[in-house]
Nanobody, 125 residues
Framework: QVQLVESGGGLVQAGGSLSLSCAASVRIFSTEAFGWYRQAPGKQRELVAKIASAGRTYYADSVKGRFTISRDNAENTVYLQMNSLKPEDTAVYYC???????????????????WGQGTQVTVSS
């Protein structure tokens, strides 16, 4: 049973930083691809960033240069470092996982099989 638990959300002023964590309980962490998504009130869920099992990354244009996704295979954790936060970054942030079956894959899935419960990020102006 795959379990993803996000943490690190909170309230921050515009221009500030937050670091989100996603602790993953999976059979083999190093073969999983991960993504961070967010959903603001009244809006559809949108992709924020992805990371392949081999470490290749992808960012939405809206966060490029401000957010960094990373993974620590020894700690079974995926991170999202968010800098220069803007009020429009306010949303519930979700971690997602998909089995890539290889620790050396650069595949960045478009869909994910497992999702966390989300963590609220609120950026005040």
């Amino acid at each position: 049973q795959v379990q993803l638990v996000e943490s690190g959300g909170g309230l921050v002023q515009a221009g500030g930083s937050l670091s989100l964590s996603c602790a993953a309980s999976v059979r083999i962490f190093s073969t999983e691809a991960f993504g961070w998504y967010r959903q603001a009130p009244g809006k559809q869920r949108e992709l924020v960033a992805k990371i392949a099992s081999a470490g290749r990354t992808y960012y939405a244009d809206s966060v490029k240069g401000r957010f960094t996704i990373s993974r620590d295979n020894a700690e079974n954790t995926v991170y999202l470092q968010m800098n220069s936060l803007k009020p429009e970054d306010t949303a519930v942030y979700y971690c997602a996982a998909k089995e890539a079956y290889s620790s050396t894959s650069n595949w960045l899935p478009d869909e994910y099989d497992y999702w966390g419960q989300g963590t609220q990020v609120t950026v005040s102006s």
